[in-house]
């Protein structure tokens, strides 16, 4: 069955620390990765896309990793600001349908 | 650029009662989408469109009819609403579907009593 699973489900940190959010995924075959952002009560905002044939891609402070041979990303945030506390959700795409298949996300807590 | 715009922001039926969620997007995108998402689980795609005149069934369809007349407009009805439909209801589009990313609404907060 195709599945996202992200990990921690949710973090805190303190304003200025770095963090990373585990996504893996058993998504077959696959096309692409993607990482949202979402601030409460809003719909999600994109931060990267990444293809079979990317390792890394950046936006800004946040950089996504993906190792498509482990079937894992990840995404680090460097430098944490008070308005990165969201939830931020993977979703993987398969190769075969228009049906993206999300994550259930991790939600991101920074403090001052 | 207004991008996707959604109404209601928030809507509370009663168990048997039908309305209209409203989603239009002025980019020009092909591909629109219905989504649900509750507490604890990823988003659930219930129809969607590849263009005008083409709608489909996603994962959770049951309960739920849209139609595509234009490019700019796709609704969501719900029929009969029931309290396992209460959740919050995002409108999406992109270019294409699989390759570009998505651009939301910024959601529907439905409550059925």
């Known amino acids: 069955k195709n599945q996202v699973e992200q990990s921690p489900q949710s973090l805190i940190i303190l304003e200025g620390k770095n963090c990373t959010l585990q996504?893996?995924?058993?998504?077959?075959?696959?096309?692409?990765l993607r990482w949202y952002k979402q601030d409460t009560g809003r719909g999600p905002v994109s931060l990267t896309i990444?293809?079979?044939s990317e390792n890394t891609k950046s936006n800004g402070r946040y950089t996504a990793t993906l190792d498509a041979d482990t079937k894992q990303s990840s995404l680090h945030i460097t430098a944490s600001q008070l308005s990165d506390s969201a939830s931020y959700i993977c979703v993987v795409s398969p190769d075969s349908n228009y049906q993206l298949i999300w994550g259930a996300g991790t939600k991101l807590i920074i403090k001052p | 650029n207004a991008g996707v715009t959604q109404t209601p922001k928030f809507q509370v039926l009663k168990t048997g009662q039908s309305m209209t969620l409203q989603c239009a997007q002025d980019m020009n995108h092909e591909y629109m989408s219905w989504y649900r998402q509750d507490p604890g689980m990823g988003l659930r795609l219930i129809h969607y469109s590849v263009g005008a005149g083409i709608t489909d069934q996603g994962e959770v369809p049951n309960g739920y009819n849209v139609s595509r007349s234009t490019t700019e407009d796709f609704p969501l009805r719900l029929l009969s609403a029931a309290p396992s439909q209460t959740s919050v209801y995002f409108c999406?589009?992109?270019?294409?579907?699989?390759?570009?990313?998505?651009?939301f609404g910024s959601g529907t907060q439905l409550s059925v009593l």
């Open positions: 990444m293809t079979f």
């Open positions: 999406a589009s992109s270019y294409t579907p699989t390759n570009e990313k998505l651009f």
């Open positions: 996504c893996n995924y058993t998504v077959s075959p696959f096309s692409n």
